[in-house]
């Protein structure tokens, strides 16, 4: 098949064009078939040309993060710079999603945003150190993870299988340095009731009323409580019900209700003691009905909110490299999660910093601007540069 879009003559961008042309669609979401394997090929080829050891650990079936190391002055001291190989699903695009085009200043398609972007930048840094014969102050690794637009699950595994001091997560963020954001836990909550026909209701327990009810006492006290707790980048904790299911035919009463919860947790804030504010509730809505009885299934999803220390090395070295780059240098918090998860559970002080703009990822038309890009990398270059020790 003969190639639609013209390559740029920009080394970076040219290397984005390449990456986003590859389809690493999350195997978990609709469209996903190839995974992330093309762009483990990619990297592998990027960094054997850059004469670089790499390593590529399998973290499911057929699925592989990639971890290439650059030595530096003091190898005992690590800094991470991660992004995520995989994109959302290209299902609702309306332009091609692997023709990667670039008009007026702007570069299309899946994944050119989030988060390809980031990592292309991060790469191109890499490279102008190796090629300028520069040994960065301290190991520079680069990783690319499996999974982010799912579960988390490659960069659990570079968590838990990497010692680093600090880590700069790419995503979308515009080149504001990212030092919070929000965590995430995951659960469905059922409502067992007891059926009967619909002619006869009082003889059956209706699950969805007894469930309608717990939502309402739920969105009251949890909003009472969540407004006593604030964070001054990222403010309160949320929670949404996002699908509710129950009932079988119209003419039963449903012995069964269920509701699937995500909640958005702060600095300060655990998965244990979010999951507890819900059972505190529920005991005191079943001391009133008797007849409720709800079930928690586990958490399916649960990550750490980041909360990195302004005054951290990481955070300083990169304002420091984004106002010289930029002129100026913001320091922010976002609502959504990110890779930086895993690591800051662990207690690693972590930052997310990349190109592009969080509104265009996950869009019907992806797109990065070219500027942007170009910058990411001068930026990425200087905090390796400045080290972290």
């Keep these: 098949m003969s190639q639609t879009w013209t390559q740029s003559d920009d080394a970076v961008l040219a290397t984005l064009q390449d990456v986003v042309a590859i389809d690493s669609v999350n195997p978990s979401l609709p469209g996903g078939e190839q995974g992330e394997s093309g762009m483990v090929d990619y990297l592998s080829r990027f960094f054997a040309d850059l004469d670089l050891p790499y390593q590529t650990p399998e973290v499911l079936p057929g699925r592989n993060n990639f971890v290439a190391t650059f030595e530096g002055e003091n190898p005992d001291h690590v800094l991470l710079f991660e992004c995520h190989m995989d994109t ?194 529920i005991d005191q809505a079943k001391a009133t009905d008797p007849k409720l009885n709800v079930e928690f299934e586990d958490p399916y999803f649960i990550c750490a909110a980041l909360g990195t220390d302004e005054d951290a090395t990481i955070v300083q070295s990169a304002a420091s490299a984004c106002k010289e780059v930029l002129g100026e240098a913001i320091i922010e918090g976002v609502p959504y999660a990110t890779d930086g998860s895993p690591f800051s559970e662990l207690g690693v002080p972590a930052i997310v910093l990349g190109p592009g703009s969080i509104d265009q990822a996950h869009g019907a038309v992806e797109w990065v601007e070219c500027e942007q890009v170009v910058k990411a990398v001068d930026i990425y270059q200087r905090i390796m540069e400045k080290g972290i020790a």
Excluded: W
């Design 88 to 281: 959302a699903s290209a299902a609702v695009m309306t332009i091609p999603p692997f023709e990667p085009h670039i008009r007026d200043g702007l570069l299309y398609g899946r994944g050119s945003c989030d988060t390809k972007a980031g990592g292309v930048a991060m790469i191109h840094a890499i490279k102008r150190l190796r090629q300028a014969g520069v040994t960065p102050p301290n190991t520079i690794v680069y990783a690319g993870a499996v999974d982010e637009e799912h579960l988390f699950r490659g960069s659990r595994h570079l968590a838990s299988h990497l010692k680093v001091d600090a880590a700069v997560i790419a995503e979308p963020t515009d080149l504001q340095v990212i030092r919070s954001h929000k965590g995430v836990v995951r659960f469905n909550l059922i409502v067992h009731g007891q059926a009967a026909h619909s002619a006869k209701p009082y003889l059956g327990i209706n699950a969805i009323g007894k469930m309608a009810h717990l939502i309402i006492q739920l969105e009251e006290k949890l909003a009472a409580l969540y407004a006593t707790k604030n964070d001054p980048l990222i403010g309160h904790p949320t929670f949404s019900i996002g699908t509710i299911e129950g009932g079988t035919q119209v003419n039963f009463v449903p012995d069964v209700c269920r509701v699937a919860i995500d909640c958005r947790i702060i600095p300060g804030d655990t998965p244990q003691s979010t999951l507890a504010d819900f059972v505190t509730i």
